[in-house]
Every structure is written in structure tokens, then in C-alpha cells.
Nanobody, 121 residues
């Protein structure tokens, strides 16, 4: 079994910064992509940032230039540095990953439980 555990959420003022982290553990053969999604109340879950196995990154339009995704291959972690936060960034942030697991080296998708980020004065 594979687990994704997020940390680093909290309350921050507009213009402030937060750093989220997500650690993967369990029966992992290889991690392909590691991603961050978010879901605000009454809205659909949306992609925030994606980190592909080759190092390429992708961002949602609303966070480009403010958020940075990074990955530590040695620790199976992915982080999201969030700067210049806005009230509209308030949401539950979820870690997501596509991971190769046994048997048969099959790719499966896993989700963390989420961490709340609130941007408010």
C-alpha cells in the first residue's frame, strides 16, 4: 500500500508565503509524476502544479509566477512553495501521484488527505 501525507498548511495573510510538503511511503517501485491539486468550497478540484519524472513542471494559470513545485527524489517528497498568496488561493490542497506498484509494475494514482490553506487578513 502507498500513502501520501501532506504538511505545511495553515492561515496566512494576503501577500504572505507558505510551503507545503508531501511525502510518499509504502510499496513504491517508481514514482512518475507528483502533483498538487486544490479544491475551494463550492468549486471543482483543479490542478495547481505538476512535476513530471523527467523534471518538467506545469502550473495552473492562476498560480504561474507565484508558486513553485519541487521534488526531492531521494526522499520521495514533493513541495509547493506558495508566494504572494491571495484570498482566492484559499482551499484544501491535495497531493497526488502516479506511482508504479507491484505486482507487475502497474501505474496507480494515489491521493493524500489534504491540507487546509486559508489566506485572510
Amino acid at each position: 500500500q502507498v500513502q501520501l501525507v501532506e504538511s505545511g498548511g495553515g492561515l496566512v495573510r494576503p501577500g504572505g508565503s507558505l510551503r507545503l510538503s508531501c511525502a510518499a511511503s509504502g510499496n513504491i517501485l517508481r514514482i512518475n509524476t507528483m502533483n498538487w491539486y486544490r479544491q475551494a468550497p463550492g468549486k471543482q478540484r483543479e490542478l495547481v502544479a505538476r512535476f513530471f519524472s523527467g523534471g518538467r513542471t506545469e502550473y495552473g494559470d492562476s498560480v504561474k509566477g507565484r508558486f513553485t513545485i519541487s521534488r526531492d527524489y531521494t526522499k520521495d517528497t514533493v513541495s509547493l512553495q506558495m508566494n504572494s498568496l491571495k484570498p482566492e488561493d484559499t482551499a484544501v490542497y491535495y497531493c497526488n501521484a502516479q506511482i508504479m506498484v507491484p505486482p507487475g509494475f502497474r501505474e496507480s494514482t494515489f491521493w493524500g488527505m489534504g491540507t487546509q490553506v486559508t489566506v485572510s487578513s
